[in-house]
Every structure is written in C-alpha cells, then in structure tokens.
C-alpha cells in the first residue's frame, strides 16, 4: 500500500470518473465480464484504502454505488466444469494465497460456492452466527434455509475461526465470517465483498491454468451435475433456494447436460459422522 501513488489514486476515485472510465472500456469494445473485472478491482481497492485509512468507509461505498453500464448483449457459451475441474480449483486454493491466512480464507470461499451453492453475495453476507447446531448436526443457515455443512467444510470453518481468534480474539456472533486478508497476512476486521469472492475465483481460475470462471460458473456446475447424477428436481430447488420448482427447472433447462461430477447426490447428505464432536456455535 505504501507504494501506491496515494495522493492521485485518492483524487481519481470519485464516481463520477469511475463512470466515465467504465464508458470507457465499453467504447474500446470490452465485453461485459471484462466490465464486471475491471468495477471488482475498483472497489475492492478503495476498500482496502478506507481499512488502512486513507479515505472514509463513506467515500468507499459511494464506489460500490457504481453500476457496470450496459453493453450490447453477446451471449457467451455457458462455462460448466466437470468435476476434475472442480477438484484442481479447490487444490490451488490451498496454495495460491500469498500467505497461510490466504489460503485458508480462500479454501472457505471456494467450499462455500462448491459445496453448498452459495452466491457470492451470499458468501459475503454470512456471518458466525449463521453456523448452528441442529440436533447436533453442523448447519449453516442461508436465508430461512438451513443446509447441512460437510465435514471438509467444518474442519475449513475451524481453522479459519482458531485463525481470527488467534489475531483478534473470538468473532462476534453478528460479525462477518469471510474477510479480507492482507498482503502481510493481517486479517482483517471487515468483511469480503461479492466483488472481493468474485475475484477470488477468478483469479484462483487463472492460477489453476482454467478459462476463466466467475461463482456463476460454479454455481451451474453444481446443479447440472446434480441434475445429470440423478438428484431430484426438489432437492436440487432446495439447494439453489429458488422460490419455487418451476424456477429451478427454468434455471436447469437453461444448462447443456454433462458429465456427472463425483459423488454429486450424496456429497453432502453421506460427508457426516453423528458420533464425530464439530466445533461449532449453538
């Protein structure tokens, strides 16, 4: 941070000219997901500045405030990976961090999109007190949902809590359970943001040698492997939270059948072990 031209950046993010350079980028011809890249960049970087003080929490909001314009409507195939795929992703998220607390941090994002089908703004929502027991079984609430958490999950959801403990003292029960991490390896106070998850996964696509690949991407990935390992249509509505079945099939038969992924029907329901104590909040 210290490098950074602070004294320019702080001037140049303002609104108004963060519009004007996303109309910008749309003239030059850039695509939509170039557009989406490009706003996530902006705003986590002035979050990152108001964290260390540089600008208010205020000035950094009215960033978020910033729409991507509207670009001439070029659909794109739809990016399904089949479960080696999958795999290499939550294998260089153990390692592509440039620190411990960054790989653990993107571990825990990773499984919360593959595992329980978050959307990324779902992710950045959650908070500690969104991991309960019920009946002694870990779950993690979503909405008015609650979802079985698997045991690769739980184990992630430990050390990332033994982690912030360790730097801040116990989260609080309201506080934000996915965060930023620093270059130094700091943890910080704040929560991610939907842009910050998106970045991570594409960043950790790149990294992986993959197309680039967005939590949409997995989220679909997901539900059509569900799909063609033969889930039924209602489990998989409960998963993605639609509002009702006739969404959900509208959603499916928007998805080109695949190859099922590994274990896709019984992932969740069958990675549970009643009589293993989880370290978790009532």
């Known amino acids: 941070m210290k490098k950074l031209p602070l004294t320019p950046l702080k001037r140049s993010l303002v609104a108004q000219k963060f519009v004007a350079w996303l109309n910008s980028l749309v003239e030059e011809g850039h695509g939509r997901q170039s557009l989406d890249q490009a706003r996530a960049s902006i705003v986590t970087l002035a979050e990152l500045l108001a964290d260390d003080g540089h600008i208010t929490h205020p000035h950094a909001q009215t960033m978020q ?7 001439a409507h070029n659909p794109s195939p739809t990016r399904l990976l089949d479960g080696t795929e999958l795999v290499h ?19 825990l994002v990773m499984l ?3 595992k329980v089908a978050l959307r990324r703004e779902e992710v950045s929502a959650l908070r500690w007190q969104d991991v309960v027991l ?4 870990p ?11 698997p045991r690769e999950l739980v184990q992630m959801l430990d050390h990332w809590r033994n982690l912030i403990t360790e730097e801040l003292g116990e989260p609080a029960p309201n506080s934000a359970l996915v965060r930023r991490v620093w270059k130094g390896g700091r943890v910080g106070r704040q929560g991610l943001s939907a842009d910050g998850v998106w970045l991570i996964v594409v960043e950790l696509s790149k990294d ?9 991407d997995l989220r679909r990935s997901i539900a059509a492997g569900m799909r063609d390992g033969g889930t039924s249509l209602e489990e998989i509505n409960h998963l993605l939270r639609h509002r009702s079945i006739r969404v959900t099939e509208r959603f499916l038969a928007k998805i080109p059948a695949k190859t099922p992924l590994p274990g896709d029907k019984a992932e969740v329901e069958d990675d549970y072990d009643e009589d293993e104590d989880y370290d978790v909040d009532d």
């Not at 992703?89 to 571990?107: D, Y």
């Not at 019920?134 to 079984?137: L, P, T």
């Not at 992986?208 to 949409?216: H, N, Y």
């Open 65 to 71: 405030t910033v729409n991507v314009p509207s670009v």
């Open 89 to 107: 992703l939550l294998t260089v998220a153990r390692e592509s961090g440039r620190n411990p607390q960054q790989n653990i941090r993107n571990q």
């Open 112 to 114: 919360l999109l593959c």
């Open 134 to 137: 019920n009946q002694g079984r």
């Open 139 to 149: 779950m993690l609430r979503v909405g008015k949902s609650l979802f079985p958490v």
């Open 208 to 216: 992986a040698s993959i197309e680039r690949v967005t939590p949409d």
